[in-house]
Each structure stands twice: as structure tokens, then as C-alpha cells.
């Protein structure tokens, strides 16, 4: 837990010496470093904070096995259901293709995971268990942290309710729901029972919501009244939240006060060609962008590579960004954005920060989203868990 990087830029700042203590940064510059304190040359690396992946399904993944060609629908309906009659085939949930994968994030510079894990009366809480096991096989090397997800509905599969009260209490960190209105059909009953869930055991809230134009901004304002009434804030999250495009600019800025109010964080993957976060505009509200990488290699679809950098890039291509700092946006929202979704706290390059960090061959942030190389180190508190 204790290191010395030489000839690093935080950043993308001058060169400069980190110095790692007991897992946090302790200092920048020249030191003297005790004889047992390992020193790694960064040989004018870029330092970027480790990277957060704030939405993804470890639990689905087929990474690892052999090659499965996609049967998938083209509708939300088609794809959960052809999801839940295929994953016996391939041993789903298993904590050996997430861990492989988890592996994989680990050597891309990823620090933090939060997945979301199918729970129905068919699983049970099966995959709850089999991400636990897989996360415990990388313990040190990330943190993952869970949502109990209801992928094929809440209130119209009875016993699943039932399910997702008992994997919160037996330590999940987040309770999940899937589009109240467009798939569950009873939107208020939804919420209510998801958020009920929340406030008796002080768990998150992260939800997908699919549901486009005005059902889905209609949506999005159940959420922001239910997070100011329970008392909330801040740990609330909304998954892909397609419908905070496509209304009118003045409902789409209310909406945006309300989540910068209850510090909600929408969360986007830039998946296809589904409606993409207005990044610009919800930094200049002050509400917080988060991202992920969705599916990884999964029932659902064949892509993804489990690099944040990567999922990066394809958020600021559809964001139609091409300055750095537009770019750096998209960053952001990989990093700090990520970090407040999930409330972490001393994250970030700053003394006294934990030590959680990649370093990349790269002069600038910007051309490090664009050009994503391998990682060159990447390290958790303050220990080395990665090399090129």
C-alpha cells in the first residue's frame, strides 16, 4: 500500500513524483523514498483516476467461452425473453465468465463496478451469489458493488418483489426497477414499491428506463418527487433515461433542475442509436452524468470489451464532441460523475485521495479517450494490480 511514481502527469499536468502512503496519495514531487517502498517509472505517463463503470450486467456475460451468435430481438420484450430461455444453456449466472471479465476491466484501468444482477422467482438470488464469488476472486483489485435488478419485471412477476426485499437485506447495495410505465405497465405501483424498499433499508435506487419522449420525462419527474419526499438525495440513479431527450426545452430544463436539486445521476452507455444525455447541458445545470458499459459480450448482444476508455469514446462520437474539453466531459462522466453516482468518497488525484489510478501512454485526457491504449500500470490502493 505504499509507492512512489516517478515522472508522472496528473492529468494530464507537468511531470511530476506521486507519492503513495498506507493506500492514499500522500504527496507530489521529489521524496525520499524508505528502502522497502517500491518505485515504479512512469516515463511521463499520463495519471488518470481509476475509471468507474456505473452500469453494467457482469452477470450476463459469456466472456471467456466460446463464441455464441446472437438470436436476439429487436424489441426490449424479444431480448429478455430470449435471455431467460437461453442462459441455462450457456450455465447462467456463473461466477467464471464474471470473473473473467471483471479480470479483464481490472487490466483497462476500472476501479469501481456497479452491476446490475437479474433476480426473478426463476434465479432467485442465484446471480446475487455468483457476482459475489466472482468479485471476491479480484478482492483489492476493484470494488463491485451490486443491484438487485428485476430484468423481467417487478409487479408482473409475482414473487420477485419478495426477492429483491431479501437481496438488499442480505447486503446489496442498490435495489433496481425497469421501465414502470413501458414494461411493467403500472408506474406509480412500481416506484412505490422500489423506493419503499429504499427508504426502510437505506439502500440505492438504480433503475432502467427505456421509456422515450414524454412517458419517459414523465418518469423521470415520479422518480425526482419520490427521492425529495423519502429523503433521497443522492443516492439515486437512473439507467440510460432516454427520455430526457426529445421533449421540449423548457421541460427538459425543468427536469434537469429537479435531478441537480436531488442529486440524481443519470447514467448513460451511449448504446446504438438511443438517445444520448445532453452532457454539456447537464454539467452547466449541475446535474451529474454518469457511465457504463451495459452488456458486455452477452445474450443481449455480441459487443464490448470491457474498457471504460472505449465506452468513452463511443459516448463523446455520439455526443457529436471534438474539442478536448467536450471530450474531457465524456471523461468525467467516466470518473468523478461515476465516483458521485456511487458515492465514493476521497476519490480523485488529490493528497489524501485513495490510491486508485491507471497510468496510460498518453499526453493529453482527451487523446487517451480517443486512442485508449493498453494500460501501462494501473493501480488500487495503492498497490500495483495491473501492467501492460
Known amino acids: 500500500m505504499n509507492l512512489v511514481l516517478r515522472n508522472v502527469r496528473p492529468g494530464g499536468g507537468d511531470p511530476t513524483d506521486v507519492l503513495v ?11 525520499e523514498v524508505p528502502a522497502d517502498v517500491p ?16 452500469h453494467c450486467h457482469v452477470d450476463k456475460t459469456l466472456w471467456g467461452l466460446p463464441w455464441a451468435p446472437n438470436t436476439s430481438g429487436s424489441v426490449l420484450a424479444d431480448r429478455i425473453s430470449n435471455e431467460q430461455r437461453r442462459r441455462k444453456e ?27 444482477t437479474d433476480v426473478d422467482p426463476e434465479l ?16 483489492g483489485r476493484v470494488t463491485v458493488e451490486q443491484v438487485a435488478f428485476p430484468q423481467g ?5 409475482p414473487g420477485t418483489l419478495e426477492l429483491l426485499e431479501r437481496a438488499v437485506a442480505s447486503g446489496v447495495e442498490n435495489v433496481g426497477g425497469i421501465d414502470p410505465a ?38 423521470i419527474e415520479l422518480v425526482i418527487e419520490r427521492t425529495k419526499a423519502l429523503g433521497l438525495a443522492g443516492k439515486v440513479a437512473i439507467g440510460h433515461a432516454f427520455g430526457i431527450c426529445g421533449i421540449p426545452d423548457a421541460q427538459q430544463d425543468r427536469l434537469l433542475e429537479g435531478l441537480a436539486e436531488q442529486q440524481i445521476t443519470l447514467t448513460t452507455a451511449a448504446v446504438y442509436d438511443r438517445p444520448v444525455p445532453p452532457l454539456a447541458k447537464m454539467r452547466a445545470a449541475g446535474a451529474n452524468a454518469a457511465c457504463g458499459n451495459d452488456g458486455i459480450r452477452d445474450l443481449w448482444g455480441p459487443y464490448g470489451d470491457g474498457d471504460m ?5 463511443h459516448l463523446a462520437y455520439r455526443s457529436s464532441f471534438r474539442t478536448d474539453p467536450e471530450i474531457e466531459l465524456a471523461l468525467h462522466a467516466a470518473t468523478y460523475g461515476g465516483a458521485k453516482a456511487l458515492r465514493l468518497k476521497d476519490y480523485g488525484l488529490r493528497i489524501g485521495d485513495h490510491a486508485d489510478f491507471f ?26 494490480v495491473s501492467r501492460r
Open 21 to 31: 502512503r498506507d493506500g492514499r496519495i500522500a504527496g507530489f514531487g521529489p521524496a
Open 39 to 54: 518505485v515504479e517509472d512512469g516515463g511521463g505517463a499520463l495519471l488518470l483516476p481509476g475509471l468507474v463503470d456505473a
Open 90 to 116: 450457456f450455465g447462467l449466472p456463473s461466477p467464471e465468465p464474471a470473473a473473467a471479465l471483471l479480470g479483464a476491466m481490472i487490466a483497462n484501468g476500472t476501479s469501481f463496478v456497479r452491476t446490475h
Open 124 to 139: 432467485g438470488l442465484s446471480g446475487i451469489e455468483a457476482v459475489r464469488e466472482a468479485a471476491a476472486r479480484h478482492r
Open 153 to 157: 419485471g417487478l409487479l408482473t412477476r
Open 182 to 219: 413501458g414494461y411493467d405497465r403500472d408506474p406509480r405501483g412500481h416506484l412505490d414499491a422500489i423506493f419503499d424498499i429504499a427508504a426502510r433499508h437505506g439502500c440505492g435506487v438504480d433503475l432502467h428506463l427505456h421509456d422515450e419522449g414524454l412517458l419517459g420525462a414523465w418518469e
Open 309 to 313: 476508455l472505449t465506452r468513452t469514446m
Open 359 to 384: 497510468l496510460i501512454d498518453a499526453v493529453y485526457p482527451a487523446e487517451a479517450v480517443v486512442s485508449h491504449p493498453p494500460r501501462r500500470l494501473v493501480v488500487k490502493g495503492g498497490a500495483v
